[in-house]
């Protein structure tokens, strides 16, 4: 069953915001990341998933159900956590808990008091006498608290610190092997890399690219170092156009077949190589830094 | 249930406040009362009112026997009707839009509740509070008059006065706390709420006293809810059911405006 689909999804603000027939497909259990710069349209995707804002065109679906016109519906198995955490200042995070779990039946207490003491939160005080950070925390907690089928999480660890960053994603992790979709729009791009299965890239409100993260990585080219003598080094830098040496080293980027490159190099006596993965956050600039479309 | 109850926690701080502050003017009021006799204030006013253009005497409430308790307390009850009106008013335009404004709908709106069920909460909890509110402060009235009574005083005709005065102030409030709930379901900037039903109040406040000018302004009164419930024309000749009727009915439209503006609208947080 397809956790999230959305069909020609569009809402659009006019001066070309907003978001453009989007098609997405997260299927059930997928933990799936949602990538693109300020103003791409990613809290706009997740606004329109939460009927927080109704589309101007297409529709979205959670679980099969109509997300405009079975909202409450869906809403009783999704959690939220937005990326900027605005609730009731005036009520201490203990009420705000206990409101937030009035929402669903059979809340599992030990649960939410596990959760509390895993990201340290100080239940007595005021929401808004805490820090962002701890506000963060206690988003965290109210979206988990009935271990939803669906996670939806705009920017999760802005705010977190590394530590709790790592417990956030240890109990995303778990509820993840539990059978719940994490839908995470993100501008870390290493913890979609390392978290997520999936990931859409979105630029201007259109969808630029959806692949399996490993699949972004493996098909992007490669880079390389070489240190070696100074007339086998310019040798190289005459094949490989674009390669920069500096300090004796000669660094290019290298697509294809990597066989081909390994036995040209190991004809040369080098002094040293190195072969580096490119990171999904090179393959997010390729679509963002000017750099064209080569790899969509 | 959880978000009404969570709406009365949450609004309470708001009404005991205009609550103290409202008794505070009543006991103001009604400690002034004795005054008018001993001061010969009375007879001051006559001397300034008779100097008055007979239109000028309307607005001002015309030729009232100050030292009798009904009349007196009619009069100066307008100050309570505008001070119920705004603060109804208030209520009803914070309702939704500053769940938007302070952007704890984004918390709100993530459970699983309907648009409905969200209004419906917060107009019954604003509904009880009001509700509870006047009638604090009827019995206030009620009892601080039987304290200040004086010879002359009819305490059963005060006291059916004053109930009905309450009854059309009541209503009146009603009816801006509808308008407010309106605002507040339709206007996207929710600061700009409560600065709109305060704005349309003294607007309609001040057709209403144009309404006192001249007869062929007379008309004008229908458009100022809160002469619909005149504290002096109620007193001495009780409550005008069509104006009641009236207020009803735009208050129950306005309620269902509401609901439809909110079930359509976008929540920019």
Not at chain 1, 89 to 101: G, I, M, P
Not at chain 1, 161 to 189: A, K, W, Y
Not at chain 1, 257 to 272: H, P, S
Not at chain 2, 183 to 207: A, E
Request: hydrophobic share 45%; aromatic share 12%; with cysteine.
């Amino acid at each position: 069953m397809k956790a999230i689909e959305t069909c020609q999804l569009t809402k659009n603000f006019g001066l070309s915001k907003g978001v453009f027939d989007l098609n997405l497909c997260v299927e059930e259990g997928e933990r799936f990341g949602f990538i693109g710069p300020n103003g791409a349209g990613k809290s706009t995707t997740i606004k329109l998933l939460l009927n927080m804002i109704y589309p101007t065109s297409g529709a979205a679906f959670i679980f099969g159900m109509d997300c405009a016109k079975e909202s409450a519906r869906i809403k009783q198995g999704v959690g939220y956590v937005p990326s900027d955490v605005r609730m009731y200042k005036n009520f201490k995070v203990k009420d705000l808990l206990d409101y937030a779990a009035s929402f669903y039946q059979d809340i599992d207490r030990a649960y939410v008091e596990e959760l509390v003491k895993l990201f340290e939160v100080d239940i007595s005080r005021k929401f808004g006498q805490l820090s962002f950070g701890n506000k963060k925390k206690v988003s965290v907690i109210q979206a988990l608290m009935h271990r939803p089928k669906l996670i939806l999480l705009d920017e999760p660890s802005n705010g977190l610190d590394p530590i709790m960053q790592e417990r956030l994603f240890d109990v995303l992790e778990r509820l993840s092997q539990d059978g719940s979709t994490v839908f995470m729009s993100s501008h870390n791009l290493d913890e979609v890399q390392r978290f997520c299965q999936k990931v859409a890239i979105i630029r201007e409100g259109k969808l630029v690219r959806t692949a399996e993260t490993s699949e972004i990585s493996l098909e992007r080219p490669k880079t390389i170092r070489i240190s070696a003598a100074a007339d086998v080094l310019s040798a190289l830098s005459k094949q490989y156009t674009g390669s920069t040496l500096q300090n004796g080293v000669l660094t290019f980027t290298y697509q294809g077949d990597i066989g081909v490159l390994l036995r040209q190099l190991a004809a040369l006596e080098l002094t040293d190589v190195t072969i580096s993965d490119v990171k999904l956050a090179d393959a997010f600039m390729s679509y963002y830094g000017g750099r064209g479309n080569e790899y969509v | 249930m959880n978000m009404f109850k969570y709406e009365l926690k949450l609004n309470c701080k708001t009404v005991l406040i205009w609550l103290i502050v409202c008794i505070g003017i009543l006991l103001f009021l009604f400690a002034m009362f004795p005054l008018m006799e001993l001061l010969g204030i009375q007879e001051l006013i006559d001397n300034q009112l008779s100097q008055m253009p007979p239109e000028m005497q309307e607005i001002m409430g015309g030729q009232l026997n100050l030292t009798d308790l009904c009349q007196y307390f009619s009069s100066e009850f307008l100050y309570m009707v505008m001070a119920f009106c705004i603060f109804a008013g208030i209520l009803g335009a914070n309702a939704l839009a500053r769940e938007e404004y302070d952007g704890s709908i984004e918390f709100l709106y993530a459970k699983p509740v309907t648009r409905t069920q969200i209004l419906t909460a917060k107009l019954t909890a604003r509904f009880v509070l009001f509700t509870v509110f006047l009638m604090i402060l009827t019995v206030i009235s009620l009892g601080m008059g039987y304290v200040v009574r004086n010879d002359q005083t009819d305490f059963s005709a005060f006291a059916k006065g004053t109930l009905l005065m309450h009854v059309g102030a009541y209503i009146a409030g009603l009816f801006f706390l509808a308008v407010g709930m309106l605002i507040s379901s339709t206007v996207k900037k929710g600061n700009m709420t409560i600065g709109l039903i305060i704005g349309i109040f003294f607007v309609t406040y001040i057709i209403g006293s144009a309404s006192g000018l001249m007869e062929e302004l007379r008309f004008l009164e229908w458009f100022a809810p809160a002469y619909y419930a005149n504290p002096v024309e109620v007193m001495s000749d009780g409550l005008e059911p069509l104006k009641m009727a009236v207020l009803l009915v735009a208050s129950v439209g306005a309620v269902a405006l509401s609901y439809r503006q909110y079930n359509k609208k976008d929540f920019y947080v």
